[in-house]
Nanobody, 114 residues
Framework: QVQLVESGGGLVQAGGSLRLSCAASGIIFRLAAMGWYRQAPGKQREVVAVISSGGNPTYADSVKGRFAISRDNAKNTVYLQMNSLKPDDTAVYYC????????WGQGTQVTVAS
């Protein structure tokens, strides 16, 4: 059974930082690409960042230079470091394992106050 459990969301002022974590189980983590998506109220879910099994990251243009995705294969965990947060970053953030099946975590709320 695949489980993806996100944590680390919260309320932060604009310009602040948060680090999200996603603990994965039920997949061969070291072989899996991992990704973060987000969904703001009234908007479609969108990709934020993806990291390959080899550790190569890709980012949405809207977060380049502010967010960093990383992974710790020993802990089966993927992280999203979010800096210089903006109110437009407010959303529920979801962890997923692209290519490993349609698995999603429960999401973690990130709210950026102006």
């Amino acid at each position: 059974q695949v489980q993806l459990v996100e944590s680390g969301g919260g309320l932060v002022q604009a310009g602040g930082s948060l680090r999200l974590s996603c603990a994965a189980s039920g997949i061969i983590f070291r072989l899996a690409a991992m990704g973060w998506y987000r969904q703001a109220p009234g908007k479609q879910r969108e990709v934020v960042a993806v990291i390959s099994s080899g550790g190569n990251p890709t980012y949405a243009d809207s977060v380049k230079g502010r967010f960093a995705i990383s992974r710790d294969n020993a802990k089966n965990t993927v992280y999203l470091q979010m800096n210089s947060l903006k109110p437009d970053d407010t959303a529920v953030y979801y962890c997923t394992a692209p290519g490993s099946g349609n698995y999603w975590g429960q999401g973690t709320q990130v709210t950026v106050a102006s």
